[in-house]
T-cell receptor, first 112, second 112 residues
Framework: GQQVMQIPQYQHVQEGEDFTTYCNSS?????IQWYKQRPGGHPVFLIQ?????EVKKQKRLTFQFGEAKKNSSLHITATQTTDVGTYFC????????????FGKGTKLSVKP | DTGVSQDPRHKITKRGQNVTFRCDPI?????LYWYRQTLGQGPEFLTY????????KSRLLSDRFSAERPKGSFSTLEIQRTEQGDSAMYLC??????????FGSGTQLSVL
């Protein structure tokens, strides 16, 4: 079935270091969304990527969507302790967002 | 508070009992989703509604699970004859069509 793989599962960084999480699908995605879940919280939307090769930036966060629309990445430059949490990608197959498939997430911890 | 509301926040039940959860979406949102999340995993899609119509249901979902959205506003998720494996956080989310999801704080279910 449709599945979104996300790596790494965990990432521990020193504050100020960069962080990247990767998301892969075996089949072409219609679009992909990224969410952040703080410890004890619920997922919060970060961004949606729709176009092949799309790159979007939000301050220190850079999101990319692959040319084949099968992979995506989230890169954080110079991590801060406020970046702590689990980052999920969620893929949409076909034209409807009804069935948004989440990856297992990458849990980021930042050591001050 | 104009966000997604879920009730109750916590539910402890004995194996074999029925439980029902309620979700109140953001008022202008026509889509409502139910997800299930266990520790260390991403949200797992259960079902979604567009207005009052249930458009998709996970094939992995047992017949013991049923969801309704009778007037296209709030939704209920019922689990009959609960099992210990049903223990999880049940998340509700709402959105406008094909736009970002807004999640509620979830209902944490513990089946003893």
């Amino acid at each position: 079935g449709q599945q979104v793989m996300q790596i790494p599962q965990y990432q521990h960084v020193q504050e100020g270091e960069d962080f990247t999480t990767y998301c892969n699908s075996s089949t072409t995605l219609s679009n992909i969304q990224w969410y952040k879940q703080r410890p004890g919280g619920h997922p919060v939307f970060l961004i949606q990527l729709v176009k092949s090769g799309e790159v979007k930036k939000q301050k220190r966060l850079t999101f990319q969507f692959g040319e084949a629309k099968k992979n995506s990445s989230l890169h954080i430059t110079a991590t801060q302790t406020t970046d702590v949490g689990t980052y999920f990608c969620a893929g949409v197959y076909g034209g409807s967002q009804g069935n948004l498939i989440f990856g297992k997430g990458t849990k980021l911890s930042v050591k001050p | 508070d104009t966000g997604v509301s879920q009730d109750p926040r916590h539910k402890i039940t004995k194996r074999g009992q029925n439980v029902t959860f309620r979700c109140d979406p953001i008022s202008e949102h026509n889509r409502l989703y139910w997800y299930r999340q266990t520790l260390g995993q991403g949200p797992e899609f259960l079902t979604y509604f567009q207005n009052e119509a249930q458009l998709e249901k996970s094939r992995l979902l047992s017949d013991r699970f049923s969801a309704e959205r009778p007037k296209g506003s709030f939704s209920t998720l019922e689990i009959q004859r609960t099992e210990q494996g049903d223990s999880a956080m049940y998340l509700c989310a709402s959105s406008l069509k094909n736009e970002k999801l807004f999640f509620g704080s979830g209902t944490q279910l513990s089946v003893l």
